[in-house]
C-alpha cells in the first residue's frame, strides 16, 4: 500500500467512530412490489467517499456474490450480500469486499453497497454504491422464484453514488 493509502487509512480511523455507522439497510421502505424507494447516503458516508477519493458516478467490476464468484450464472437472495471488487476504484484496490443489500422483488435486482472492507481483519467503513449493467442485462431469468434472482452473469458494474434511487 502507498504511503497516501497509509495516510487515506488513518483518516478512516477519526472519521469512523465505530463499525455500523452506516444506514442500516433495516431501514429503507419498499415499494409495493418489494423494491427498496429512494434514500439519501448518510452524511459519514459522503464524508468518508470524500476522503477515499470516491467520487459520484466512477465505476468498476465487481463479483456479484463472493461465494459463486466465477460462475456461468448466479442465484441471489433477498437480502445481505457480500461482493468481491475485481478492478481499483478510487483509492479502493481490489479484491476489496463490499457489503450490502439485496431486493428481488422487480424485473431485475436492486443491490445497494452500503459498507467496504479493505484490510483484512479491519472495521468496514461506510460507503454509498449500487450494482448496474446496462441494456436489461442484470434482468432476472424467468425461472426465477419469489425472494431469488438467477441470473446470466456472476459481474455488474459498482458505481459510486451519493443518493440511492
Known amino acids: 500500500m502507498t504511503s497516501?493509502?497509509?495516510?487515506?487509512?488513518?483518516w478512516m480511523g477519526l472519521l469512523v467512530l465505530h463499525p455500523g455507522c452506516a444506514t442500516t439497510p433495516g431501514d429503507v421502505r419498499l415499494r409495493a412490489?418489494?423494491?427498496?424507494?429512494?434514500?439519501?447516503?448518510?452524511?459519514?458516508?459522503l464524508e468518508v467517499m470524500?476522503?477515499?477519493?470516491?467520487?459520484?458516478?466512477?465505476?468498476?467490476?465487481?463479483?456479484?456474490?463472493?461465494?459463486?464468484?466465477r460462475a456461468e450464472s448466479i442465484t441471489l437472495y433477498d437480502g445481505p450480500i457480500e461482493s468481491v471488487l475485481d478492478e481499483d476504484i478510487?483509492?479502493?484496490?481490489?479484491?476489496?469486499?463490499?457489503?450490502g443489500r439485496v431486493w428481488t422483488g422487480g424485473a431485475q435486482p436492486v443491490i445497494r453497497y452500503y459498507e467496504a472492507q479493505f484490510l483484512k481483519g479491519k472495521d468496514r467503513v461506510p460507503i454509498?454504491?449500487?450494482?448496474?449493467?446496462?441494456?436489461?442485462?442484470?434482468?432476472k431469468r424467468p425461472e426465477s422464484k419469489p425472494g431469488t434472482?438467477?441470473?446470466?452473469?456472476p459481474r455488474a458494474g459498482v458505481y459510486i453514488v451519493d443518493e440511492f434511487r
Open 4 to 10: 497516501r493509502r497509509y495516510v487515506l487509512v488513518a
Open 33 to 45: 412490489d418489494g423494491t427498496p424507494m429512494s434514500e439519501k447516503c448518510p452524511e459519514k458516508s
Open 149 to 153: 434472482a438467477i441470473l446470466n452473469s
Open 50 to 69: 470524500r476522503y477515499l477519493q470516491l467520487y459520484v458516478g466512477e465505476a468498476a467490476w465487481v463479483q456479484l456474490d463472493a461465494n459463486q464468484s
Open 128 to 139: 454509498c454504491a449500487v450494482a448496474r449493467l446496462g441494456f436489461g442485462q442484470l434482468r
Open 90 to 99: 478510487g483509492t479502493l484496490e481490489s479484491p476489496l469486499r463490499l457489503y
